[in-house]
């Protein structure tokens, strides 16, 4: 069973930094791109990075380029999020989610987790 659990999420300063992680508890996706996304208040959903199953490649939306780094440990079955520089328009909540491109297109990812709030003040 696929179960991804999102945790880190907070409230801090512009300026700050998070991390996110992401677990896969069901220890099912180690061998499938995974990716983070978030949404803010009255928005839809936007991508905002992805990674290959291998941690070897990854891509970001242009607007997190630079200051958010993708990672995962698949000895610990986890993906992570390594949000630098925040600005409050980083604030929404961000999901994880399984199976999907790499270079977002658009198709939705196959599996998703309950999203962690992430608010950041100015």
């Known amino acids: 069973q696929v179960q991804l659990q999102e945790s880190g999420g907070g409230l801090v300063q512009a300026g700050d930094s998070l991390r996110l992680s992401c677990e896969d508890v069901?220890?099912?996706?180690?061998?499938?791109?995974m990716g983070w996304f978030r949404q803010a208040p009255g928005k839809g959903r936007e991508f905002v990075a992805a990674i290959t199953w291998d941690g070897t490649r990854t891509n970001y939306a242009d607007s997190v380029r630079g200051r958010f780094i993708i990672s995962r440990d698949t000895a610990v079955n986890t993906m992570y999020l390594q949000m630098n520089s925040l600005k409050p328009e980083d604030t929404a909540v961000y999901y994880c989610a399984g199976r999907g491109s790499l270079y977002y297109d658009g198709v939705a990812f196959s599996y998703w987790g309950r999203g962690t709030q992430v608010t950041v003040s100015s």
């Open positions: 069901g220890r099912t996706l180690n061998d499938v791109n």
